[in-house]
Every structure is written in structure tokens, then in C-alpha cells.
């Protein structure tokens, strides 16, 4: 207080955060300058952790590039197993249903390839085998045309999964060679999931007939590439139509064509990536797209007709991904099992709600941390940090990341790098298991009974209060309320297509809460009765905007209209620095046909046959931005702030979001 | 008329303010005139508890003190309130050891304290419980640290519940709580040391406290230019200083009053300007709209000042606001700092009311019903500035303080 009454002479006018445009103009300057709150340092950018394709390391094809990159700084033998015994099991069992490169490679390099055990009598079962995985093959076995720039190119962390597999590879070759059985049963108790199929022999093949192999699917991609080469030159669109085909030969041509032409200036590209804040994806970059593709887990299906507004976001065909990605989950090696079924999740829809996917994300990585163990001439903060940065493009892949995601990685991260070196690695495991519980507890379970608490102090009896779709928080807020023995009533806003709000109001009903029902479209209706609106958010940008559910920038504008006040109950990790002015930029698109056809309804369905025409387009936005001009408080584990305020919080605790 | 100037000025004079039993039938005194008079001041200042128990009555302490501190001065009035200071002090102390709401076995009340800061007229309520909170770590017997703290937050919750309605009172004590005792030094020291620490904390915090005024009448001076015409809402100590600050200036301007009923504090005001030498013009409440294209800014005080940016002020504001948003003119906010208040009044009902008796002059039917509020909430976007002794302030930034001063 007293520190700055020193420089006070001069009447200076301060200014945070951004002004309702209606205020009176300072008759003197402003002396400040944008809020100090701004653009955090490139690397703790949470658009640098999840979205950048830079960053993303291959998760699943061994590429041959990686596998030979390595070669002379890895040699051979020294196997390690005892340390790596459940890594090497885990690749094993990899290496057994599909992509066997990088140990073929080595096999084939190798002068002790001798092959032990099941031998001739599983290569009838190993046909099966191949046709299935053949796409995965012929993409990763690219041929010698990559070999020469993708180490300079792949950033470090890039690297860093090639150069854990090499060891993991070797151990696998050792315990073959050893012929030890006892790699067998590993993978069934760690993942615990996969079908009996798991154990299917491996299909070993003699070094002859693996280089004939290799040699005819060479050749063939050469024809392939050949053939594909004239459509890279054609627009995206039939790229995008030869979709049953991508997975062949055009691919591989567009991402060698793409690399050869980025080849030449790569040193300026690096420095350009140094200087510039990590971009997010934007989908209409058509060689970004497609180098993400590449190393893509899930195979998205972009939708046939994307919306023109929308290039720049993901726009991709639902429901078919989760069987394709269900059968692919034997050969995804380096996932631990806890991300995949929390990314199949997100992909089904099973998790939704910002808190719930934050704090499955956030377990399944501390059951990561605890089945982790550190690769020999590794350290764990670099490793973890890039295995997590996999993980989370993975995620990325299945549901684009909420903005409160992306701070619950930026402070895991953190933590992670901010590990005493000193530390054993088990005592930093564990050091970053508590801290993920200690960011759920204290940013989650216990932010959310803070805001509980002042949100229900504004509850006041006659109250009749106006929600909108599903917010956890507000929930709690309702029933507290209640259980304080306010009178007060709730009228439940719902809309279309996912009708969130039923379940709501099944649970405020459940407990004695007087409700009313109604969707958006009565809204300019039911807002003179009301008296407080209580809205959730997905996050809150630094300018005061909220971002959520699609829907609750029109509640907010007509309550607004209405004089009635809108409350935000918001956690702070949800507090993002980024501004946003619209919903255009950084949005969700869901899939369109949920609003096209109108489920149980057959007579209302008029759109079944036009759905195909060129003409129509569907547009289902999951999010959007409410300006901080309908915002009257935001309730937060900090108190209740106005919306002018986040920046102040985000300047004053990002420390302390990321160090707790 | 005779009557009624007597008894309007027995409303003003602090016996009235001290007295408690008075104020349980406040209509009653304003309809039956003089038969309802309370019995003489001696009385009512030997009561040992002078807490008019805001929440039984439901009429605010705070806006009995002011009506005290800012009522039409006359000579009477002067008289009575030197001679309230001269002799209560006395009184309080005998009575403090009867003190029902002093803890028992502590020979010093802090509400007694804060009482005798109280009637200087000059003192701001906040201040006063400063230094009365100040003056309980003095005489504070504890031996460890953390007894200190518990008896300092006792006190300052006793001074808190004296008078619930008053902003300031609740905002400085916190204020102070937080300045005197966030004090990492404290961790570091034997337990002598640190009580000297707090006491110089909390000196010196009264001392910011005090000349909290100065500063902002230095800091508004550039706002206000030579030829401007002023409006100026009810009877704030700040505001006052601003402008005699501005008048000693040579800065040539003229003021409007508003009367500032019920309590009339607009009269004062022009009062003490008049005696400055500046051009006055008392206007009628109501005539704010009519007048308000003259007028150049609004200059208003504040009893406190929320987290949204907002302020809560005398009755009038809002709507005095409102008519120079509408206008365009800028509406000048002068507040001390330990006004900020952590609370977010969503709407005008949202705040428990402090009430305050109106006279009308003429009996009221005792079917009508009286809007009794003394005090209303302006909502930030209708304000330009706020001028603290902490600098010149958009409202925003009022959250961002409070933010930093709170967590």
C-alpha cells in the first residue's frame, strides 16, 4: 500500500483489463500499458504443450528413419534387461502384433539374428497379420528419400522416443534370443484390457524372406508415389476424397513432397518456430495437416463437406474412429494403457465436462508416472516430459483439449521439470503422483466448494434462477442452496442436440429443488421472471471473455437485456491468458448429423436425403465466447471478481497455478 | 417552524447520537414532537455501552455518527459536540470496566477506545477503529505471538459487530488485520520485538490512514480546471478537502450543491465552501437532471467501495450517476483506501439496508410506507475515476487492489 505513494504526485490513471466500451475516456493518459499478464514465455504456452505438431512426437510407427538414425550411436548388444524388463515385455508384445520395424531393422542389421522358438509353424497365422498392418508398413517403411533430412528436422523430443525404443529393441532381441519365455505373461498383466488375442505368436520370418519382403513393398510404393505424385498438385478436397485410399500410397507421397520442399530452408523454419508463439493447428494449413497426420494415432476421417468459416478447425467424420481405434489398440506400443482408455473416452463421448476430463486426463498420467521407469542414459524429467507431450497430442487426436487441460499439462510439466535432479527416481515419481492429486484437490474438488460457498451467498429467498445446460459447479451451488433451506426456484434452460440439461434437472428434481424446463428458444420469455442467472464456463480468456457451451452468449445477452445479473461460477485453472473476440478462431465442432437428424422422430427428419447435397453444410459449434460486457461476476476459488479482474488473477497466481 | 428547526437540531446533536434508547421508536420522536423528547444527554452519555445495537433496531450507527459529524453547523451544535468530547472520554473510562462487551478480565475495551477517536468529528470511522486497534496491541497483555493475533482479531471483530452496517469500519479493520500482521519479519524475531514491529505497523498504517485525505485533495487537483463548474453529492470530508484544497489554488470554480436530504448534509457543505469563498449554488435533489448540462464533473465520497469498482454512497448517488452518464459528464469518485471492501453487491437490495429515520415535516399516515435507506450502490460502468491515496484509479482496479491487499 504505502510502496507506492511514493510516484504519486502526477495524477495517473491505472488500468487493468480491458474496459465495457461505454466507459467514460480518462481525461488524463493512461500510463499502462496492455496488462502485464501477457503472453507467457513460448515454451509454458499450453498451445505449445498439446497442439503445435511440432512438438509431436511420433507415437506409434517405428519409422525407419528413426530406426536407422540412431544406428551408429546405439550399438548393438549390451542388453540391460533386468531394468527394462517391463518395457521390453511392453514392446514385445508391440513388436508381436505389428509394427516390427525397428527390431527388423536391427535383425536385419545385426550379425547374431537368429531367431529361437516358434519359428515356421506361426507364418500361416502371420498372413493375417500383414494384410492388416500393411498401411502402417508401407507409411513407416518410407524409403530412403526421408533419410537424410527428418533427424535435423525432428525436434528433440521427436528423437526421443527412437532412441527409447532402441534399447527396448535390443532387450527384445536379447530375451529371444535368450529364449526365455518369460516374456510372454508380461503384457498380460499390464494390460489388462486386451483381448486374449494379444498372445498371438509372433510372425517370425527368416532374414531372406524379410529383405524379399521389404524389397517388393519398395517397389510397390515407388509405383504408388509415382501414381500419386500429379494429385498433390490437385486441391485438398480430392486429397480428402480419397480418403479409403489415404492410408496407401498418396500419403506418403504428400508428406515426401511436403518435406522435400520445407528441405531446403529448414535452418530458417527453426528459427521462425523459436521466435513465433507456438501456433495452434490450424486445419487449412495443408502441409501442417498432413505432417500431423502422419504421426496421428487416431485416423480422423475429415468430414466431406467442412464448413467454409471453419477450415481452420478439425473437422472430422464421428462415430467411425472408435472401432477403428479399438482394434488398433494391441498395436499402439508406446500408449500406457490408462491414456488409451481415458483418450477412447473422450473420443465416445463417456467423459464430458471440463472437471471430469481434467481430472481423468490428470490420473491417467499419475498412473503413467507410476508405471514409469527411466530409460538408461535418459533423465526422467526430459523422457517423462516428452512421453507426456505424446500423450497428450494422442488426447489431442481424440477431443480437442479444453484451455483448462492445457494449464493442468503446463503445471504438470512444470513440476516435472522443476524436479530436484537429486531426487532418486522413485522419490520423484512420487513427488509428481502427489503433486497431480495436490492439483486436483486444491484446484478442483476444493476450488469447487469455495465458489459453492460465495455463490450460494447469493442465493436469496424468492430468488428464481435461470441455468443453462449442465455445469457441475453450478449444480453444487443449486443444491447447496437447497440444502441451506432457501426458497428459491430454478428454471433449467436446455438446448439441442445434447440436452445436458435433463439430467440436470433430473437431479435438482430428485432432491426437492422447484424446477422449470424449458429450451433456449424460450428464453426471451422466461427471463422477466428471473432474477439471477447462473451460467458455467469451459474457461475464462484474459479479456473477460467466457468461453462455453454453445448457447450461453445468447442467455447472457438476454439476461443482459433483461437487467438481470449473470454469474459465472468458474474455477481460477480455467483462467487462461489468451484473448478471444469471437468463437470463430478456437472452437469445437461436433458432429453434424446431431443436428441434422432429430433422433425418434422419423417425421421430422426432412434432412435424411439432402444431407448428401453440395450444398448443404452443417455447422454444430460446441463453444462459444460471451463478451465480458454480459458478465456481472465471476465467482471464483478466489472470491467473486468482476470480469475485469482475470487478468489480475492470471498475472497474480499463474505463478502459483504452476508451483501450487 | 420554531419547533422544527429545535427538533431537527436535536436529531443533529450527538446526546441524540449516544443515546440508544432513543432510537427505538425514531417515527415516534419525528410525529409527536416534543413529548417524545429522551431524557437529558447526561443519562444517555453515562450508559456504559454506547453501541446503538444496529442489529435489534435496525437503524445504522454510521449514519448517526455522520449525522453528527456533518450536520448543520451551528453554534449550538458546536457547543454540544465540544463539550461531548471534553466530557465523555471521562465517563467512557469509568464505565469501560463495566463493559459488558469487553471480554472479562481485560481491563481495556477496544470499543471504548474506538469510541474516543470517534468524536472527533474530523476522524474518519475507520480511522478511529485503526487506532483503537492500534492502542489494543499496545495494551495488550499476551506473551506469544499467536495470543496477540486472537486478541487483535477478537477486537476487530467486536469493533466489527458494533456497527455491522458501516462499510468503512468493516473494510479498515480487515485492511489493518492484514497490513499489521503480514508482516514476514514477525517469523524472526523474539515476541518484544515483534509486538514494537506491529505497533509501528499499525502506526504507521494509521498514519497513511489519516493522511489519506491530503493526498487524494493533491492527487484530484489536475482534474479540476479553472472555469468548471462542479456538482457535488451530500457532505464528504474528502470531497471537502478536494475542493478547499482546490480553492487555496487560486483555481477558479463554482460548485453546485445538492441539498442531501434527509439529513441535509448538501447545506453544510455549502456551508463550509461558502466560507472559502467559492461560488455555491445549492440545488434541490431533485433539481440534478435540470441543472446537469452546466455542470462540468460530479464529485462525490463514498462510504465504501466494492469489489466490483462500484460505490456505496448517501442516497441519490445512483441516480446523480446515472443522469451525468447519460450526459456524458465524468462522475469523480474521492475515496481513501480503507473504504475498499471485499463485497460484490450484484444489484441496489442486494446489501443489507442501513437505515435511517426521514422527517418530513408533517406527520405521516401511518398507512404509508417510508423508504428508509440511507444509501444506495453505484455500478462501476457509471463511474469515471476513482481518486485514492493509493493513485487515480478506473474502477477496475479497485478488484485488482483488493485482489492483492486480500490474498
Known sequence: MDARRGSLPVPRVRQVGFFTPNAQPAPTRSQSGPPDSSSPPLSDSPASNSLSPVMIP?????????????????????????????????????????????????????????????????????????????????????????????PVQSTAEALKPNKVQNPVGISVLNNTILAEVSARPAPKEQQPEAPSSSKQPKPKLTKAERRALQESQRAAKAAAKAVAAPEEVATIKSVKQHQ??????????????????????????????????????QFDDKSRVEKAKRRSVVDQTEAKKRVELFRHLPQYEHGTQLADLESKFLQLDPMHPAIYKVGLQYLAGDISGGNARCIAMLQAFQQVVKDYSTPPEKTLPRDLTAKISSYVSFFTQCRPLSMS??????????????????????????????DIDRFINEKIVLADRVIVQHASSKVKDGDVLLVYGSSCVVEMVLLHSHELGKQFRVIVVDSRPKLEGKALLRRLVAKGVHCTYTHINAVSYVMHEVTKVFLGASSVLSNGTVYSRVGTACVAMVAHAFRVPVIICCEAYKFHERVQLDSIC??????????????????????????NSGNLQLLNLMYDATPADYVSMIVTDYGMIPPTSVPVIVREYRRDHLLI | MKEQTTRAMWWRSPSFILDNRQQAQPYDTARGGALSIPPPPSTAMADPNPNPNPLTDKISAYYQTRAAHHGVVSSDWLAQAQAAVGHIPDVDDDAANSDQGAPPGEPFSVIDEFNN???????????????????????????????????????????????????????????????????????????????????????????????????????????????????????????????????????????????????????????????????????????????????????????????????????????????????????????????????????????GPALRPIEFGVPIPLKVEVETSARDYTPPQYLTLLFTDLGVLTPSVVSDELIQLYL
Request: glycine share 6%.
Open chain 1, 58 to 150: 511420433p507415437p506409434r510407427h517405428h519409422s525407419d528413419n528413426l530406426a536407422a538414425a540412431p544406428r551408429p550411436t546405439s550399438p548393438l548388444p549390451v542388453p540391460e534387461p533386468s531394468p527394462f524388463r517391463r518395457r521390453g515385455a511392453d514392446n514385445n508384445n508391440a513388436l508381436l502384433v505389428g509394427s516390427y520395424n525397428p527390431a527388423e531393422t536391427l535383425l536385419a542389421m545385426s550379425p547374431s539374428s537368429s531367431h529361437v522358438g516358434d519359428g515356421e509353424s506361426e507364418e500361416t497365422m502371420s498372413g493375417g497379420w500383414f494384410r492388416r498392418s500393411n498401411s502402417g508398413k508401407l507409411a513407416s517403411s518410407l524409403p530412403s528419400g526421408t533419410f537424410d533430412f527428418s
Open chain 1, 405 to 434: 487441460m492445457g494449464n493442468a499439462i503446463r503445471f504438470l510439466k512444470n513440476r516435472i521439470a522443476k524436479l530436484s535432479p537429486s531426487l532418486s527416481e522413485s522419490e520423484s515419481k512420487s513427488s509428481i503422483c502427489t
Open chain 1, 244 to 281: 479409403t485410399q489415404k492410408k496407401d500410397a498418396p500419403q506418403v507421397a504428400v508428406s515426401v513432397a511436403a518435406s522435400e520442399r520445407k528441405g531446403g530452408d529448414k535452418s530458417q523454419e527453426k528459427e521462425r518456430r523459436k521466435d513465433a508463439p507456438a501456433p495452434r493447428m
Open chain 1, 586 to 611: 478456437s472452437n469445437e465442432l461436433g458432429d453434424p448429423d446431431a443436428i441434422g437428424k432429430v433422433p425418434g422422430r422419423m417425421d421430422v427428419n426432412y434432412l435424411n436425403d439432402v444431407s
Open chain 2, 117 to 351: 477517536w470517534r468524536k472527533q468529528p474530523d476522524l474518519a470511522e475507520a480511522v478511529a477503529a485503526i487506532r483503537a486497534l492500534a492502542a489494543v496491541i499496545r495494551n495488550s497483555q499476551a506473551t506469544t505471538m499467536m495470543e496477540l493475533e486472537i486478541e487483535l482479531k477478537k477486537a476487530s471483530d467486536s469493533l466489527k459487530s458494533w456497527d455491522t452496517t458501516s462499510i468503512s469500519l468493516t473494510a479498515g479493520c480487515d485492511l489493518f488485520m492484514r497490513y499489521v500482521t503480514r508482516t514476514s519479519a514477525l517469523e524472526y524475531e523474539d515476541f518484544n520485538s515483534a509486538k514494537t514491529r506491529l505497533i509501528e505497523r499499525a502506526e504507521k498504517f494509521g498514519e497513511i490512514s489519516y493522511k489519506a485525505r491530503k493526498i487524494i485533495a493533491m492527487l484530484s487537483q489536475d482534474f479540476i480546471f479553472d472555469g468548471c463548474t462542479i456538482l457535488v453529492h451530500g457532505f464528504s470530508r474528502v470531497v471537502l478537502e478536494v475542493l478547499k484544497m482546490a480553492a487555496q489554488n487560486k483555481k477558479l470554480f463554482r460548485v453546485f450543491c445538492t441539498e442531501g436530504r434527509p439529513d441535509r448534509t448538501g447545506l453544510r457543505l455549502s456551508n463550509e465552501l461558502a466560507k472559502l469563498d467559492v461560488p455555491v449554488k445549492l440545488l434541490i435533489d431533485s433539481a440534478v437532471a435540470y441543472s446537469m448540462d452546466e455542470v462540468d464533473m460530479v464529485f462525490v465520497g463514498a462510504d465504501g467501495v466494492v469489489e466490483s469498482g462500484g460505490i456505496i454512497n448517501m442516497m441519490g448517488t445512483y441516480q446523480i450517476a446515472l443522469v451525468a452518464h447519460s450526459m456524458n459528464k465524468p462522475v469523480y469518485v474521492a475515496a481513501e483506501s480503507y473504504k475498499f471492501a471485499r463485497l460484490y453487491p450484484l444489484d441496489q437490495k442486494d446489501l
